[in-house]
């Protein structure tokens, strides 16, 4: 919650005073060319010693809620205070600052679950220097999308080894975007099946389950939408960290970014279109329950009236007495009955 | 409202006649580094041993509507009468004017007040300058947002006491726009209430809610679009008066408004997705209603029919003589009862 | 109406036949720091001779239908042809033009009258030298909103006899920009109005009303909107005869319209939103009438029933003859009633 | 039909096979200040001479289908082959070209019908060189909106034959945009009938004028909403074709077409708010249909009941054997009927 | 589906296992002023030979599931990675990427099929170089909308021979845009007779087949919208292989693209409007079957009522000893009738 950090000082790291017991897990990553070094620390000052080496250093920081890691990491790598707030801030936009000797960014991840299938976001922030790239997760536990990276990394594939610490940042912000393409595949294909069961059997649950898929697009629009001015402005930018080879990839994911802003707005199109379909499928319904309410009740109100009339015990009611009394009225109130079908056939309402 | 004011040359402080009796109160913070004073007074001619001393002075006005206070102040400091025109004349849309010698900026204080549930707006008018800053407050009551800021000069936290009246400017505006977090939180909430009570009970007063959440959204919206401007001109702007340390904080509130809009565009999209539920909810609900007519009507017309027939007061209807005729009618309606019910099964009616 | 004028050469001044009989009234200021003239003059050539003298000429030209008088004028002042044709073709869009020795201005006088309860509006035309200024004035009948000008004028208030005359057209401006306001706010109490009405007792007239307002409002923008763009044009132009002095002023009525801007927006907003809840109002009334009808019918159709099988002549029906058929009856009658009522208040429609 | 060209090689002008054998119109006027030779040719030879004249040629070709007659035009006034081809090609949108030599302008002239009330589209190309414009209008059919601009040629009316190509261009222009705003105030006029038939008397057929009256709104708006950059561009640009004292005009055009899509966007708003207006007419006449149901059926349903109720023929009745049982039961429905009423009032149905 | 890549590489190309068993077809077109030679190869090999003629060499390669081929001819060509990718992956948005040595276009390919009335789509990427021009389409099947491109080089038609590789990418591109014409025609016909369709007998099914064709223009946009982009960024662009002469070339598709962009928002403005006649219609009519409903009800129910009364086994009832006591309650149940009849008359509802 925002909320609480208002009137603190700009820089303060909160404190998140009952959260401070959970540990925080560091994942380095220390490659050239040559060889790669993995390990797992729980102290800052071990990653220390990778910070001045010539190899690339990629540090992982699972869980943001520790100040005090948080802060002594930013110290060593020489990190403006407020940037370090903003990446134990939760609810960031997705925004670039480059602060000349390392370029902060911050983005979402998105990992869908298919167990749940459900999209989780989580906020990553990069500190990418001339020689290392520092990565905040929001959350502790394991599992993230840079899997495929460390693979990369680990058994040499590609160009991962042979390019910079911008490199990397690019590979790993690659990896999120397309993930969200997983995310919006996902969408898609909720977004047929309610179309399927739009037109076999509507049901008002729809309007809640297109809201629903509406606001996951929006979701993903706040996340790529400015993503995308993020990339644009890597691209163009002359930072003195993202030099010329990793921009042609900048451009690529960048190309990425405008097709998912693209494809969102197609599928919150076609959650309108399914919108109107629904709504006017109940006005149709409506229209079918009235014409059988109509049709019934106006060939039977009338037969029933002429019944009522031979029902009526006035002494003198000559028809009474007639032979053929009953049979006519029979055959008058079929003859009323005909006649009214036969117009509603006109009308076309049965 | 403005009306009044039509044809009154520019630069005319209106006088508020009726209005005058009430008192305007006067605080004043000056500090440095070292040492900080603290003072309430109810005369100008106080304020203005302050304004040529080389610490930072913060004048807090309370209260607008006395011209010869806003006037001998901007008189004493050196403000353009159109300046103090604006700053008596509520209902400003935020903006931000740069006379050289100092920077006029006006903009609204929203206060949430968790008692009334309600945001109270006020509208807050800096004059900042190379080593004071004036604050006018619409009204005089006490109470504002800037609480923490004054704990900051006195408790000397952060870097207030060490940077200059851009600083000071700065973290006023954080504040304020801190509380715009609040009250947007704070309708966050009131918006899933609504969604909850639209999924279970949807009234007719939803639709009232949802408009006046809305209204509040736009108010919001008015507020902090044009804000979003006056922080980006501060940030880039070559002002004599805000210094390049205190732009880097700019940025930082800056970046803060566009948040906000992006969550004030979610939160009208939520919205309007929750009138399109409970629209389409009030179909649903005609459509159940007219079902239960229909079902009921048609299955008991035909069969009230049927009783009208054996009522009719023929005197030759065999059917009537039959020992077994009145079990044989009733056979009848059942079957027809039941041919109706099938029916609307079939229909998924029923 | 244009298309009368379609085809003619362009810069020809309509000749309007059958009105040239109504004169035009043409009253002048002249005035300095020192001293002021006032006159009421009816023929151009009194004017020509305060054309050269150093003081501040104001025409004030009321009807614009007398091709002569204004093509005489336009001579004297050297006004080029196309400018005379935009002055006398009525419904021209606000806008600025600079033809170095003059500007032409032309923009919406919006006069509100409390009798009449509506905003009436007449185009005026300003044709703003060195040392002269002309308006024109779409009709000739007396009575326009510049009269507080004449007052300062003759009273000497503000700074408008010590300016040039650009601040004499700032100063209009202004004046009929302020009227926008009120303009505005009849609007916004109109709107009030409605919006209680709707709550109370929604009828189909509002939606007249609704659109009357808005229309009220699109006329307004649509005066406004370019009225922004001609003052931001003389904020940032170069013009020769806009001073920056003035121009200082002129950024004052430019935040004006952009906050008049605003407002419209809110107001069209409010209006939208008015109409949606008058709109699911009518359906949630529709909703109610069929819940009466529907359980009114639903209750007495199947007891109808039932007394219609006891009004049947069968001459076996063995109910007819017992002791208690006739109570029996009326007690399952009302067993049916409690069954279906207890069944709707289930469904919560009663 | 695009289709049919889809495959050619670019710059073919179309056969248009079995249309070949309509002849061409070739009007020439020749003028310069002091005379003017107006012919009417049907050979392509005869035109050749005016082009190198030191006078002013205006060429008008009615038909644009024959491509040997735009061919040989072409190649005799050096026009690039993707140039004629566009001439030959229907449907082209608004635009301009400048090759130097000449400019290339293609726009839509509308002719209103006060016979028919329809306006009627027809495709005009310019071709504007330095002493010559040769237009080509899309039909070979004589009328079009040129009449007064010969009139003016050869009544020596205006500037028009002291001026060259260009201002005759711009004439013609200014006259095809002069014949928008009677297509628009036509519009404007059936919206008038159209809004007073919604209040009177609304039938379904609305909707469908509604529409139709959209669209036309919507063709004219992609007429001019081109046309404006085209001649933003004219203005703006650095055609050695236009000249300066030209330009001024071209502006006065320019101004017209942001006054028409001004106007165009009202008239759209207010068929917005018709349309609005029509369907909550529909809701509420709706509602009043359905009062009436309820309220009758609702009076008379519990009556036919206690009719019923007596109508049974239970042998031990005690009511029925009563003096005043008749009596009683009418008074007991008369209460009925009463108190129903009295609900209906309370609900304002009645 | 892109989330099949994700975390691969860069530049991987897709291995697309089971596929690759299907072979390519690639066709090679060389050709000058003087000579032209047309080849089907299976093997790359055969390709290489003409990279380094001096005449234009066009291979047309049919399909792109096989990453030997695509990675072997990239190679061969001197194409960055991330194009082959790029080529090999399917769904791309249409843009344009300029290396200095080549230039690399991708953008859909649309032919509408009149036999199953479809449009199908094809992903076809373009590698332009001095002398030459590979086209890659994504299907291996024959039928592409290249023919008469192919046509026009063999017999010699047009320019396309004297002109270079830029020249024939424009051709290709010329054609390729020109299907979206006959695309667009016929969802313009298809909405013509859904027009028709839904004022003579507006079905349910209506409101799908305008969302179908809505989602049409949609993806129809999406491929337009970035390609007039691209067109554009070739146009203003400085490419080292798009020539001058061809940019003229380029400008006249550019145009198409955004007259064909008009014309896919003017369909859309018709599909919305057919929609809206659509739903006002089907609320017609239910007004219609509503007043059926009422007239005949209302009719019947008091007469209904009167016979009731009749019809109660009152021992003393006078009426029903009158003589002419029933042709009097037939003769007020007429009246009843009548005076109904009469207020539906008023109410224009028969």
């Known amino acids: ?32 060319e040559k060889s790669v070094t993995e390990k797992t620390v729980r102290k800052i000052d071990e ?31 020489g ?38 299938k459900e999209a989780k976001a989580e906020q990553v922030s990069f ?7 520092i990565t905040f997760q929001e959350e502790q536990q394991p599992g993230d999308v840079f899997e495929p990276v460390r693979e990369r990394i680990k058994a040499d594939k590609g160009l991962i080894r042979k390019m910079g610490a911008d490199y990397l940042a690019y590979a790993l912000m690659d990896i999120i975007v397309d993930n969200y393409f997983i995310v919006l595949e996902n969408v898609g294909e909720q977004i047929e099946l309610l179309e399927a069961q739009i037109v076999e059997n509507p049901k008002h649950g729809v309007v809640r389950e297109i809201q629903k898929l509406k606001h996951e697009l ?7 939408w400015p ?28 190309d990425h970014t405008i097709q998912i802003i693209d494809n969102i707005e197609t599928s919150r199109d076609m959650l309108s279109g399914m919108l109107e379909i629904y709504l006017s499928s109940i006005s149709n319904r409506l229209n079918e329950i009235m014409k ?26 000559p028809e009474l007495e007639w032979l ?25 309402w049965v």
Chains 1, 2, 3, 4, 5 share one sequence.
């Not at 990629?58 to 943001?64: C, I, P, Q, T, Y």
């Not at 960014?105 to 167990?115: D, G």
């Not at 644009?232 to 960048?254: A, N």
Request: charged fraction near 20%; proline fraction near 5%; hydrophobic fraction near 45%.
């Open 127 to 133: 500190i990418v220097g001339n020689r290392f790239a």
């Open 79 to 116: 990190v403006h205070p407020l940037v370090l707030e903003d990446i134990m801030t939760l609810g960031q936009r997705p925004k670039l600052e480059d602060f000349g000797e390392y370029v902060y960014i911050v983005l979402n991840m998105l990992r869908y679950s298919t167990a749940t």
């Open 292 to 317: 059988v309410l109509t049709v019934i009740t106006t060939i039977f109100i009338p037969l029933t009236f002429v019944a009522g009339i031979y029902g009526m015990n006035f002494r003198h009611m």
């Open 47 to 77: 990653c220390i010693k990778f910070r001045d080496s010539p190899t690339v250093t990629w540090l992982n920081v699972d869980g943001v809620h520790d100040a005090s890691v948080v802060g002594k990491l930013g110290e060593c790598f």
């Open 227 to 254: 993503l995308r001015e993020v990339l644009g402005g890597l691209e163009r930018g002359d930072s003195r960290i993202f030099t010329q080879p990793t921009k042609v990839y900048i451009r690529d994911i960048y």
């Open 324 to 348: 053929w009394g009953y049979p006519a009225a029979l055959a008058a109130m079929a003859a009323v009955a005909v006649a009214m079908l036969v117009y509603f056939r006109k009308k076309k």
């Open 1 to 32: 919650m925002r909320s609480k950090k208002a009137g603190l000082p700009p820089g303060t790291l909160p404190a998140n005073g009952s959260e401070t017991h959970r540990g925080v897990d560091i994942a380095i990553f220390d490659y050239d």
């Open 218 to 224: 929006i979701f993903l629009r706040k996340s790529v």
